[in-house]
C-alpha cells in the first residue's frame, strides 16, 4: 500500500529550485532561524548542507550531529589511551553521507591540532561495499573522492587493517555483525587499546556487540555502539558499555544556536561540543568503560556543552546578541522548565 505521490522522483535541480523557495521563505518570515535538515537522502543530504552552510544559520544533525559525538568518543579514548586525535589512523566501514561526515569533521578537528587538511585526510580512509576507497576507482561520488588514496585495491577489509594499520574502526555500515572475530583480533594485534566502534542501528545492523568487542580483545577495546547493549562481561570484570548517541551533542547545539541567535553553525562548533562532552568523563567512568557521560546526568550535560559553544559562538562573532558579562547565567535563563508556574 503505497500513499505517496505516484510520479517519478524529481531530479537534484528541481529539488535544489524547491529548498531555494523553502529557505527563502523561512528567512523572510522568520529572519535569523536556524534551519535543521532532518533524513534526506545522503546525496541530498551532503549537498544542500554544502549549499547553504554558508549562506544561512542550518545544520544537518544526521551528518554533523553523528560527526559530533563520534568525535567525542574519540577524544574520550583519546583520554585514556594518551595520543593526540591528529596521530590516529581511522578506517570507516561504511562511506556514506553519516561516514564522509564524520571523516571531514574528523578532518577539521585534525587540522585545528596543526595538520594540514590533505595530511588530516591522508589519515582518514574508508571502505564501502565495493571496498577500500582509493584513487583507481570511478564509481565515487565527488564527496568521497578526498578520501580516495593511492592504495592497491581490497575488497578484504581485514586485509585492509593489516596494510592501513588503524588505531579506530568506525562501522556505519548498517551491515550486521561486520566487525568478525578475525576483524577485531586484527586490530588488538596492532594496538593496545584499539578504539572500536559499532555505530550502526537499529541492534540487527551494529557491527558487532560490546561483548563481542571486548571478548575478542580480551578487555582491551574502547568500545561505543550506535545502540545501548547490556553490560559486558570479560573474565572477572563487567563492563558498562557507552552509546553514541547524537542526544550529547543535537540539544546543546540547539540551545546554543536558540540563546546567541547564532547566524552560522559551524564545524568548529560542532567540534568544541565534541571536546565539551569528553572532558564530562570522569576517571572512575572510564574504569567502567564508559566513553561519554552517564545518560541520567543528561540534562547537565547538555547545559555544560551549551555554555561551552555560546563562548565560540561569541569569540567568533557569529552571535545575533550582544555578549553577557555572565554566560552561565545566560544560558540557564534560556531553559525550558516545563515545572514553572
Known amino acids: 500500500l503505497y500513499l505517496g505521490l505516484r510520479q517519478p522522483r524529481i531530479t537534484d535541480d528541481k529539488v535544489d529550485e524547491i529548498m531555494d523557495e523553502f529557505v527563502d521563505a523561512v528567512q523572510e518570515v522568520f529572519p535569523g532561524c536556524c534551519i535543521h535538515f532532518e533524513?534526506?537522502?545522503g546525496t541530498d543530504a551532503?549537498?544542500?548542507?554544502?549549499?547553504?552552510r554558508d549562506k544561512v544559520s542550518c545544520y544537518n544533525d544526521d551528518i554533523q550531529g553523528t560527526a559530533g559525538v563520534t568525535i567525542a568518543g574519540l577524544m574520550s579514548a583519546l583520554r585514556v589511551t594518551g595520543g593526540k586525535l591528529s596521530g590516529q589512523r581511522v578506517l570507516f566501514l561504511g562511506a556514506g553521507s553519516a561516514g564522509i561526515g564524520i571523516a571531514n569533521l574528523i578532518a577539521s578537528a585534525m587540522t585545528v591540532e596543526g595538520?594540514?587538511?590533505e595530511e588530516a585526510r591522508a589519515r582518514i580512509s574508508l571502505f564501502d561495499i565495493n571496498g577500500l576507497l582509493e584513487s583507481s576507482r570511478t564509481d565515487l561520488y565527488d564527496f568521497q573522492k578526498p578520501y580516495a588514496h593511492r592504495h592497491a585495491s581490497?575488497?578484504?577489509f581485514v586485509?585492509?587493517?593489516r596494510s592501513i594499520k588503524p588505531t579506530a574502526i568506525i562501522g556505519v555500515s548498517t551491515q550486521g555483525k561486520a566487525f568478525t572475530r578475525q576483524v577485531v583480533e586484527a586490530m588488538a594485534?596492532?594496538?593496545?587499546r584499539p578504539i572500536i566502534f559499532a555505530l550502526s542501528n537499529p541492534t540487527d545492523h551494529a557491527e558487532c556487540t560490546a561483548e563481542e568487542a571486548l571478548t575478542w580483545s580480551k578487555g582491551c577495546a574502547l568500545y561505543a555502539a550506535g545502540v545501548q547493549f547490556p553490560p559486558a562481561r570479560v573474565g572477572d570484570k563487567t563492563y558498562v558499555t557507552s552509546q553514541a548517541n547524537n542526544l550529547y551533542i543535537f540539544p546543546a547545539v540547539g540551545l546554543a544556536i536558540y540563546a546567541t541567535r547564532a547566524r552560522r553553525v559551524t564545524d568548529e562548533m560542532f567540534i568544541a561540543a565534541a571536546r565539551a562532552v569528553a572532558e564530562q568523563v570522569t576517571q572512575a567512568e572510564f574504569e567502567e568503560g564508559l566513553l561519554y557521560p552517564p545518560q541520567t546526568d543528561i540534562l547537565q550535560t547538555e547545559v555544560r556543552t551549551a555554555?561551552?559553544?555560546c563562548e565560540v559562538i561569541f569569540d567568533r562573532g557569529l552571535a545575533g546578541v550582544e555578549r553577557p558579562q555572565d554566560i552561565?547565567?545566560?544560558?540557564?535563563s534560556q531553559l525550558y522548565n516545563p515545572d514553572a508556574a
Do not use: P, Q
Open 39 to 41: 533524513d534526506w537522502k
Open 115 to 117: 595538520l594540514s587538511e
Open 154 to 156: 581490497s575488497r578484504d
Open 46 to 52: 551532503m549537498r544542500l548542507l554544502a549549499r547553504y
Open 159 to 161: 586485509e585492509v587493517i
Open 307 to 309: 555554555i561551552r559553544l
Open 189 to 192: 594485534d596492532l594496538n593496545e
Open 328 to 332: 552561565t547565567a545566560f544560558v540557564h
